[in-house]
T-cell receptor, first 113, second 116 residues
């Protein structure tokens, strides 16, 4: 079945440093979604990328979708302590009533103030 | 975005008892809801897809008789952990699909289950 792999598993940075997490799918994706889960909280939707080569920005966060629609990345510029959490990518499997998301294992980001 | 309410947030139960977790879609009617399980510092594992008015679709390796799912209305799905054991202790999260293009998933707040 489809697999979504995410690296690194953990990343510790000093506040102000940049951070990047990478996501790779074993199959071509119709779209890719990113979620953030704060410690003790539930995953929250960040963004969805649909087009090949698409780049979207949310303030200090930059999301990219690869040309082949099999990989994606999330880059945070000048991290802040509020960026702490686990970032998950997710790709869809199936359609219609069989639609569901396959999640990567996530990247836990910790930021040292 | 969709608002998904999950109850209870925390529950402690004794081994051998059953626990019911509710998931409500507050913003719109959801024909499909999803139940995930998450161990500490681990990823989300899809347990089953809950379909309104029909049987849930379980993922491979998930025991249907142990994790009973009922989706009796378009706004409510329940997960019952039957004959709970300590190894069932986990974070259980429900979610609904937005139904929009791309089917964005919105998660409930999650329920921490501790079986003692």
């Amino acid at each position: 079945g489809q697999q979504v792999m995410q690296i690194p598993q953990y990343q510790h940075v000093q506040e102000g440093e940049d951070f990047t997490t990478y996501c790779n799918s074993s199959t071509t994706l119709s779209n890719i979604q990113w979620y953030k889960q704060r410690p003790g909280g539930h995953p929250v939707f960040l963004i969805q990328l649909v087009k090949s080569g698409e780049v979207k920005k949310q303030k200090r966060l930059t999301f990219q979708f690869g040309e082949a629609k099999k990989n994606s990345s999330l880059h945070i510029t000048a991290t802040q302590t509020t960026d702490v959490g686990t970032y998950f990518c997710a790709g869809p499997v199936g359609g219609g009533s069989n639609y569901k998301l396959t999640f990567g294992k996530g990247t836990l980001l910790t930021v040292n103030p | 975005g969709a608002v998904v309410s999950q109850h209870p947030s925390w529950v402690i139960c004794k081994s051998g008892t059953s626990v019911k977790i509710e998931c409500r879609s507050l913003d719109f009617q959801a024909t499909t809801m999803f139940w995930y399980r998450q161990f500490p510092k681990k990823s989300l594992m899809l347990m089953a897809t809950s379909n309104e008015g029909s049987k849930a679709t379980y993922e491979q390796g998930v025991e249907k008789d142990k994790f009973l799912i009922n989706h009796a209305s378009l706004t409510l799905s329940t997960l019952t952990v039957t004959s709970a054991h300590p190894e069932d202790s986990s974070f259980y999260i429900c979610s609904v699909s937005s139904g929009l293009a791309g089917n964005t998933i919105y998660f409930g707040e999650g329920s921490w289950l501790t079986v003692v």
